[in-house]
């Protein structure tokens, strides 16, 4: 049930894009991402619900496959301040007594200047 | 503040004692979530409240660990009988409702060393 992100790492340079990807082997209503700075709690990014909509950050865009059951985030003109691990948490109905999100291991990305 | 609080910030405790963790949500946040995270890895479902329901206890790993809440307010994760595989952060989270369009904010964690 846990969704499987993929790469587990990957390095930029400063400027450079990176994709990272969430999937799923169960149909999904929602997808959030969040990152997590060393040390630090996670905090939001974004959400993509079943349907299209969208909540998020204006620099950092991502896609919701349904029929896939995927998701990816795009990061481009990375900044080092982008540097962190990156968690998608996928919902697979909506609120009520199936509201928690069950979290994928992470993709750990550096930036580099 | 308006954020997720949760104490204490770090507990160091002794293979076998009881632990209380603590967590104090956004208020008027209905949803609370608690996350064990283990160094370097992701962030593990343990319990989620809403509101008035049942808690789902799905992620719970043993019947060594429970969890309280009162009301919309205050919850605790207490963990009995505590072993070296307990040392984790545990991270607590709330949202205004769960699911669906709301984020989960989250506290700044317990860092928990049994020794």
């Known amino acids: 049930q846990q969704p499987v992100q993929s790469p587990q790492a990957v390095i930029l340079r400063e400027g450079e894009d990176a994709v990272i990807n969430c999937s799923s082997s169960?149909?999904?209503?929602?997808v959030h991402w969040y990152r997590q700075k060393h040390g630090e709690a996670p905090v939001f990014l974004m959400i993509?619900?079943?349907?299209?909509e969208q909540k998020g950050h204006e620099k950092i865009s991502a896609s919701f496959n349904e029929k896939k059951q995927q998701s990816s985030l795009y990061l481009t003109a990375s900044q080092l301040s982008y540097s962190g691990t990156y968690f998608c948490g996928t919902e697979r109905h909506y609120g009520g007594s199936q509201g928690n999100l069950i979290f994928g291991k992470g993709t750990k990305l550096s930036v580099k200047p | 503040g308006a954020g997720v609080s949760q104490s204490p910030s770090n507990k160091v405790t002794e293979k076998g004692k009881d632990v209380e963790l603590r967590c104090d949500p956004i208020?008027?946040?209905?949803?609370l979530y608690w996350y064990r995270q283990r160094l370097g890895q992701g962030l593990e479902f343990l319990i989620y409240?809403?509101?008035?329901?049942?808690?789902?206890k799905s992620g719970l790993p043993s019947d060594r660990f429970s969890a309280e809440r009162t009301g919309e307010s205050v919850s605790t994760l207490t963990i009995q009988r505590t072993q070296q595989e307990d040392s984790a952060v545990y991270l607590c989270a709330s949202s205004l409702v769960s699911g669906g369009y709301n984020e989960q904010f989250f506290g700044p964690g317990t860092r928990l060393t049994v020794l």
């Open positions: 208020s008027g946040h209905t949803a």
């Open positions: 409240f809403q509101g008035n329901s049942a808690p789902d």
């Open positions: 993509l619900l079943k349907g299209g």
């Open positions: 169960k149909a999904l209503y929602s």
